[in-house]
Each structure stands twice: as structure tokens, then as C-alpha cells.
């Protein structure tokens, strides 16, 4: 696939690892100048050095808001403006209904929606008229899962928030979407689950998807590199599944 992505600038946040990291090197690959962030000092180094293509790592935590500011002071310091921005620092860990606390809630919510939120709105001085803005969204904003209610809610608003931005940013043209994965080979997804039952969780989600497998990052980040081009410059407000049909039977 060839998108002509030649000297935008993008940012990707969570970008040191899984889906993240994969899209900033599809993003890099296809002519993207690439900012990534992540609160992990040793995992950016070492994805800046995969990424290539004069790629930056800036660490910072997307649920504070000084460390939002402290990434697009740097943003604007060497580039000058943002043209892709990937909200997709998240995750999540897994309680029933019963046994939620006030600290599971709040600290999904601050990075998975919170987050997101400042992430975009502090972004809106340096995003050029016609940006693309992805939001990383999850077939759990459309299904229910055991166990997993917080994070699926967190990844509704995700979701929602690009149909009210797509109208609060008509009149710069800023395209919002929202990519949504089903059940993609990460750190994120293996962690869920102590090492001794990854494979059986792994097993278990492949047995949900119609084409039997999970995804891998690569897949997904040819859609977000797809959503930032001018091949997709009539989508919009759109939650786009890559989720080998899970969602969609
Ligand atoms: N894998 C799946 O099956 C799947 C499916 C649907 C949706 N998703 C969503 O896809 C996104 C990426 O997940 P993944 O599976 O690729 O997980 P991952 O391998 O754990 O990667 C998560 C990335 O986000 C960063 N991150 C996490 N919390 C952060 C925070 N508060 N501030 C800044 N960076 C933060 C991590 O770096 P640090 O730890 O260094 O901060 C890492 O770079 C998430 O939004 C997740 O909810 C994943």
C-alpha cells in the first residue's frame, strides 16, 4: 500500500508499544515525520529506533494534563504544526460488577477518556485545516464483555466524542475517526492475564472472530495510516472496525 504521507507530521500517543508503535512505523513508512509519547523512558528509546525516519519520543503520561502541554510545547518548538494526530494511548484491566472500585474507575477513565479529550483539545492550536484526528476506540464500544464494563464504557465516549468533534471542528475541516480493533496480539492484550493462562485467553478470543485468529498491530496500523491520508479525505465521524468481523456478525 502506498498513501503519500510525505512530510506530514504526526503524533501518536502510546506509541512505544502494540498498536501504537505499529502505526507510528506505518505512518514513518509511508513519508510521515513521527512524534510518539508513552511514560516509559527505555520502551521510547527503543521505538524511536525502530520507527526511523527522524522519529521523537517525548515521555508523558496522557491522563496529566502538564505533560500534554510540555509534548505540543516541544511539537511546535521543531515542527510547527501537527497534520495526523493518533489518540491512542489506553488500556485497561478487568472487574465484575460487585468488585469495582473508585480507583479502577477513575484511572481508565483518565487515560482512556480524560485523556483523550486533552490530548485532542490542547492539540487544536497546531492541527492544520483538513488534519486527520484518529481516536483508538475497541469493539467493547459496541459489545459487552464480562467482567470489562469500565473499560467498555471508557471506549463508548472514545467512540462518541468523534461524532460531536467531527461537527465541532467542521470549519477547519478536521476529519475525527475512531479506529476500532477487535482482539489484536499486544503487551496491552497479553496482560491482561498472568502468563500461565495468555494462551488460553488468546485461544479464546480467536474462537470469537469469524476468521479464527487474532489480529496483529501491522493490521491495524495500515487502517490508522489509511484514516490519516487524503484516500480516506470522505471519512468522517466513522468508527471503522478491524476486528476480523467479531463486532459485525
Ligand atoms: N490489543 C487489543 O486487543 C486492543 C483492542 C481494542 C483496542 N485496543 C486499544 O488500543 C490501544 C493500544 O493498546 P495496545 O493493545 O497496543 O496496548 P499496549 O501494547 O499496552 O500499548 C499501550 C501503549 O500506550 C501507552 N500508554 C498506556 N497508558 C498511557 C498513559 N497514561 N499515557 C501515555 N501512554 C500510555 C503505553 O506506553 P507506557 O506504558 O510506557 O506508557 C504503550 O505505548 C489502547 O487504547 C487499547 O485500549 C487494544
Known amino acids: 500500500m502506498t498513501l503519500s504521507l510525505q512530510g506530514k507530521i ?11 508503535l505499529a502505526s507510528a ?16 523512558q527505555d520502551a521510547l528509546n ?3 529506533a525502530l520507527i526511523g525516519n527522524a522519529a521523537t519520543g517525548i515521555r508523558a503520561d496522557a491522563s496529566q ?4 502541554d510540555a509534548v505540543y510545547a516541544e511539537i511546535a518548538r521543531s515542527a510547527g504544526h501537527l497534520d495526523i494526530l493518533f489518540a491512542n494511548a489506553g488500556g485497561g484491566d478487568m472487574l465484575p460488577l460487585g468488585a469495582i472500585t473508585e480507583e479502577h474507575f477513575d484511572r481508565i477513565f483518565a487515560t482512556n477518556v480524560r485523556g483523550v479529550l486533552f490530548t485532542v483539545q490542547k492539540a487544536l492550536p497546531l492541527l492544520v485545516d483538513g488534519a486527520s484526528v484518529i481516536l483508538t476506540s475497541s469493539t467493547t464500544s459496541v459489545q459487552g464483555t464480562a467482567g470489562f464494563s469500565v473499560y467498555s464504557a471508557s471506549k463508548a465516549a472514545v467512540r462518541n466524542f468523534a461524532r460531536s468533534w467531527a461537527l465541532d471542528l467542521k470549519d477547519r475541516a478536521i476529519r475525527v475517526n475512531v479506529i476500532s480493533p477487535g482482539p489484536v496480539r499486544t503487551p496491552g492484550l497479553g496482560g491482561l492475564v498472568d502468563e500461565s493462562s495468555r494462551q488460553g485467553l488468546f485461544d479464546a478470543l480467536a ?4 476468521l479464527g485468529r487474532l489480529g496483529e498491530p501491522e493490521e491495524i496500523g495500515k487502517v490508522v495510516a489509511f484514516l490519516a491520508s487524503d484516500a480516506a479525505s470522505f471519512i468522517n465521524a466513522a468508527e471503522i472496525f478491524a476486528d476480523g468481523g467479531m463486532a459485525q456478525v
Do not use: K
Not at 504526526?10 to 501504537?20: D, E, M, N, P
Not at 474462537?207 to 469469524?210: C, D, G, L, T
Open 65 to 68: 494534563l502538564a505533560d500534554l
Open 46 to 48: 527503543e521505538a524511536v
Open 207 to 210: 474462537a470469537q472472530v469469524p
Open 10 to 20: 504526526a503524533l501518536v500517543t502510546g506509541g512505544t508499544s502494540g498498536i501504537g
Open 25 to 40: 512505523r506505518q505512518l514513518a513508512a509511508q513519508g510521515a515525520r513521527v512524534f510518539i509519547t508513552g511514560r516509559r
